[in-house]
């Protein structure tokens, strides 16, 4: 068996039965295009990426998130999931109402029941998940400058699958749970990654598969919504394709998208990102140096310690900063290489950028070639939304 959903069983809401007539049922409600976070958000609360939430959190459920790292059931939960309305759409909702939810063609895709609305603590949101209010930080601009004032809570139901940034990749977590147990995979490590793999990154997913009992490797890619500079989602798709298919064992190893916007929340986003994963089955969760981190706003080994302290039925496999060492000849770590820092090929990724623009070679000890040739080609980086 795969590991347990969160909180016990999956929470689905996505009903693709009856399409036309959910569809036509929702014509003559009130209509809401949600910002992009929230309509990802309602997407992977109604196909159980989000267990046990059934819907958009109220403000007791938001209070007890900041403040208790818990749902008010006591599971941990790190991340609020709200859903924010803009003044001219709050003028148009009301408690008890059911909505119609407008996807980016404007076409109805799914409904909300509206349970309550409230006024969004915008700051103590932004200080307690984030740790800062500074603009810079890209959730923290989003959240005081793209969402509205109030949110709207309650549970969502969806009647039709999207066209996501992650195509063919984006399964729901039934679909890779089963996919699992065709494979007789028990334990399974899930990578989680947001850029093209380096050959460091290479390195803690095999590390991962050596251990004992571990049967398989899930590579999940978030894909949806990134900050500007990342790369861009067939960009991310493409280079783990063609690592699985060159450097893994693809009997051992299985990539999807996870098609959501990135909490760059350091500790309270790997937390975040592990529980979706125990969603998807996983029982293991590989957490390298500064996860989920930006800029410097995280202690480089925040988010593995916060496993010490939340407990979410997910086995930590920490890993201490991985680099090529000269002396060793080879991918290694903090916790093996007894070399100096002069003896590590590093190249930040900046400069790997730059080199790949003006066609210069990059070292294969950090990139392998078929990666280093689609990362050159063309226009790969996100502008930011
Ligand atoms: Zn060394």
Redesign the pocket.
Known sequence: MVNSPYGGRLKVSLDLNNQEKHLDGLKGMVQIEPFIDFYYDSLKIADGSYSPLEGFMGEDEVASVLKRRSLSNGLPWTIPIIFAVDQSQNEKIKEGDQIALLNREQQPYGEMSIESKFKLNKKDIAETVYGTADLKHPNVQDLFEKYGDTAISGKVRIFKEQKLPGGGYEKHPSEIREEFSKKGWKNVVAYQARNPPHVAHEYLQKVSLELPGIDGLFIHLVVGRLKKGDYKADVILNSYDSLIKNYHRSEKTMMASLSITMRYAGPRASIFLAIIRRNYGATHYIIGRDQAGVGSYYEPYAAQKIFEELDVGMVPIRFKDTFY?K??RGI?SETV???SME?RLIISQTKIRELLKTNQEIPQEILRPEIADILSKGDVLNEGN
């Open positions: 060492c002396k060793c290694t290489c007894p070399h003896d």
